[in-house]
């Protein structure tokens, strides 16, 4: 993982969003172009135009869908990010958008203490808690510090719980988790003791 990081919170989503999006439209365009060709041409190519055109057309339908969600996703990241803001007051680092590579995740650092805070729009898999414990180890690992492994929810009802060793809070109280955390010094999941096991 790089601690070269996107300057504005949900731009590495953004960016990801975006290619998807001018894939899928490239992958609808030829679609329908070779359906026309395939119709115009009635003949022995028509079939494997047509079986070409049907198979760019799901591939363009599943980018499009893919860029939404994408696209959506670069939206909670900006509204998460409006909310950190009051982190960098209390004297510490936010960094948006390190890519780690199988995606971004968002640091908060103190001195002696990391979270690795992964954004979604409002809710989690199963998948996300290895995502987030993942990126927490990896944070630790590289800025030789503990770190927590953090899930905010930018959208939905109020929330804050652990599960498996993994905070999930919403936007409206991730400030007020770190700032606890930060004072009261939870060994977090990503401790070099942690590591270890």
Do not use: N
Not at 17 to 39: C, E, P, Q, Y
Not at 109 to 127: G, I, L, Q
Not at 179 to 188: A, C, K, M, S, V
């Amino acid at each position: 993982m790089s601690l070269s990081c996107a300057t504005k919170p949900g731009a590495f989503v953004r960016r990801r969003g975006l290619g998807l999006r001018l894939r899928s439209t490239a992958l609808i365009w030829s679609a329908t172009a070779l359906t026309f060709l395939a119709l115009a041409h009635a003949g022995i190519l028509s079939v494997p135009l047509l079986l070409l055109a049907v198979y760019l057309g799901v591939r363009g339908h599943r980018q499009h869908g893919l860029s939404k969600r994408s696209l959506a996703g670069a939206r909670a990241e900006r509204a998460v990010g409006r909310a950190r803001r009051a982190l960098a007051d209390d004297g510490c680092v936010v960094m948006h958008g390190i890519d780690t590579g199988r995606g971004d995740v968002d640091l908060v650092a103190y001195d002696d203490v990391a979270f690795a805070v992964e954004t979604k729009y409002h809710r989690f898999e199963p998948s996300h808690l290895d995502q987030a414990r993942r990126g927490a180890r990896r944070t630790a690992h590289d800025l030789h510090r503990p770190c927590h492994a953090v899930i905010c929810l930018a959208y939905g009802a109020s929330r804050l719980e652990q599960q498996d060793g993994v905070w999930i809070v919403s936007r409206d109280r991730v400030v007020g988790l770190v700032r606890w955390l930060e004072r009261r010094g939870r060994t977090p999941l990503g401790s070099p003791e942690t590591l270890r096991a």
